[in-house]
């Protein structure tokens, strides 16, 4: 990595000088969710509200997680009524249930979904609120928590959201027809349990859309904005927390890019490779770390608009219930079409994101960095046999105008592209994303 250089005498005050650095506890490893009781005592937790995938009750590593709670004499409710993808109705159905005894802390058993609701039930039971308080604006108020909240113990069984490293919590606001978050450190887990071993129960394509969300996490925040080219803010309290690509952030998403395209095809040729499936779940740590300080940008701004609007596609692997385009499948759907876009204006970084993928740059001019790092993001799409674009799941040429309106209120995240994109640049992006081949 290649630190900037000092910040030239002349630089706008305006300007950002300043970052900071966020950074979750973790306990790591093979069999780490044996250890849960310990780690709650420690926390001085006697009650939790357990947020649980149901699909995992009954099974490890709920099983496991609750066991060692009990062991430790920590008394343990376990709520279970969680959505894939959740919405508005679901993060309040979980906070309302947590508001009904006074719970020492949470912990939180699943996926991204699960933990994201782990998040805003502690959130909305500690602080309670209109709904749209705390909700990212200009979709919602955009007020931060406050005050503290409870001690929450965050552990993942996919490899791919890293929500147990950030302060953010997403949902399908079906109220306004809006995919959108909430997003405030003090949501941040207190400690993040990642068990490799969690990560078996993950059906294929559950696993490739997890470790899409992975790779997109580390290029997203490696090219995005940097920090120094972002305002400076009217007081500390008020910069956000996703700042732009930072000399921090940089190490995170680095070794994360290299270890996703190491991992990736392994762990989708032999499911059962724990070595694999231990890299992929340090790797979406480490990518979560880094856009947990940096953030995210158009790949996952427009992804919200394509899985807020589905028609009817359901992805193998995922309930059947209601229609779905899994969170890693639509914002990797997006990238090849992004990385095109983006490219001119940071060639240097897309460039070395395409090196780290596994391609030989060293006769790729500048000019072809998009082109390069695009047919890398698709040769691992191939390789995992994931939808070739957006007209794969359903979407039309028509919808381009749609997909893009519903993609300008996600500005928290769009705002960071290195290139800005206008009304019409996303519309051109959504039809650019509807085949690659």
């Known amino acids: 990595m290649t630190l900037e250089p000092p910040v030239a005498a002349d630089t706008p005050a305006e300007l950002e000088r300043v970052f900071t650095v966020s950074f979750a506890n973790l306990a790591f490893g093979p069999g780490a969710t044996t250890e849960t009781g310990t780690h709650a005592t420690d926390l001085g937790l006697r009650t939790v509200f357990l947020v649980a995938d149901p699909s995992l009750v009954g099974h490890p590593p709920v099983e496991i997680a609750v066991r060692s709670l009990e062991a430790a004499g920590v008394t343990v409710d376990v709520f279970d009524d969680v959505e894939v993808e959740p919405s508005e109705t679901s993060f309040l159905r979980a906070a309302g249930a947590a508001a009904q005894r006074p719970y020492d802390g949470f912990v939180a058993v699943g996926g991204g979904s699960t933990i994201d609701t782990a998040k805003a039930a502690n959130l909305y039971s500690t602080h ?15 007020s931060p928590p406050p005050g503290a909240l409870r001690p929450l113990i965050a552990i993942p069984t996919t490899a791919g959201t890293g929500s147990e490293t ?33 990560t078996r129960s993950m059906p294929p394509m559950v696993t490739a859309c997890s470790a899409f969300d992975v790779l997109c996490h580390a290029l997203e925040s ?14 500390a309290r008020a910069r956000p927390a996703y700042q732009g690509a930072n000399p921090f952030s940089d190490v995170w998403a680095e070794t994360a890019l290299r270890m996703v395209a190491a991992a990736l095809p392994r762990v989708v040729a032999d499911p059962d490779d724990l070595d694999a499936r231990t890299e992929m779940a340090m790797a979406a740590t480490y990518a979560g770390v880094g856009f947990g300080n940096a953030g995210v940008h158009l ?23 209601h229609p779905l385009v899994p969170h890693g499948m639509s914002v990797v759907l997006c990238a090849p079409a992004v990385v095109r876009f983006t490219a001119p204006a940071a060639p240097a970084r897309h460039l070395r ?16 960095a998009g082109e390069a790092l695009a047919v890398a993001i698709l040769d691992l ?29 996600q500005h928290r995240v769009t705002s960071l592209s290195p290139r800005p994109a206008s009304r019409a640049d996303l519309e051109a992006l959504f039809t650019a994303a509807l085949r690659y081949r």
């Open 299 to 321: 790949p996952h701004g427009m992804s919200y608009a394509v899985a807020g609007n589905v028609r009817d596609f359901v992805a193998a692997g995922y309930p059947e219930d």
């Open 166 to 198: 950030t302060g953010v919590a997403i949902f399908d606001y079906r109220a306004v027809g809006a995919k959108t978050g909430i997003a405030h450190r003090r949501l941040r887990p207190t400690l993040g349990i990642v068990d490799p071993e969690n």
């Open 381 to 409: 799409m191939r390789l995992t046999g994931l939808p070739n674009g957006l007209s794969d799941v359903g979407y039309r040429a028509a919808d381009a105008p749609r997909l893009a309106e519903a993609t300008l209120p």
């Open 222 to 235: 490696y090219t995005a904005l940097p920090y120094r080219a972002r305002p400076r803010p009217s007081e």
């Open 128 to 142: 309670p609120a209109p709904f749209e308080t705390y909700v990212n604006a200009p979709i919602g108020r955009g």
């Open 353 to 368: 994101a395409a090196e780290l993928l596994g391609v030989d740059v060293a006769a790729v001019p500048e000019a072809e």
